[in-house]
């Protein structure tokens, strides 16, 4: 795999964590007391590196 794609699934990855993290922080579920204001900061980020690591993953080729 190339190194691209890899750290663009690294990217996904975290962008997903960002957003549930987010979404749990706004929701004030699972233990995580974040303000409604503060929640949004790590759901911000991880938009950005969920879109970021697709395009990423999306734009590098596969060379055989």
């Keep these: ?4 794609r890899t ?24 233990g995580v007391s974040l303000s409604k204001v503060n929640s949004i900061v790590p759901f911000a980020v991880g938009l950005i590196f969920f879109f970021a690591g697709i395009n990423l993953v999306k734009a590098t080729g596969d060379r055989a």
């Design 7 to 30: 750290f663009g699934s690294i990217l996904t990855i975290l962008g997903i964590v960002g957003i549930i993290y987010g979404a749990l922080g706004f929701l004030h579920m699972a």
């Design 1 to 4: 795999m190339n190194q691209k």
